[in-house]
């Protein structure tokens, strides 16, 4: 986990209390299913706290394909 961090411009501080940074599928499906609310970060172009969350995660970290798809029951 690593601090939220601020917006690409600087001018907006995430609250979250930490972005999550899985490295596998496993690690990001574990997030998921323990978490009872979190928001996906993207590109940190938003100006405001509409994408702020108490958890945040970056898929920053996961492969660009991932194959091993599981689809739930």
């Not at 690690?27 to 998921?32: C, D, G, K, P, R």
């Not at 172009?45 to 509409?50: G, L």
């Not at 660009?64 to 798809?69: A, G, K, L, P, R």
């Amino acid at each position: 986990m690593a601090a939220a961090g601020t917006n690409w411009a600087g001018n907006y501080t995430y609250h979250a209390r930490a972005i999550h940074a899985p490295s596998t599928l496993a690690e990001l499906q574990e997030l998921v299913s323990s978490l009872p609310r979190m928001r996906v970060l993207g590109s940190r172009h938003s100006f405001s706290d509409i994408a702020d969350s108490e958890e945040l995660v970056t898929l920053d970290g996961l492969p660009t394909i991932v194959s091993d798809f599981v689809v739930g029951v």
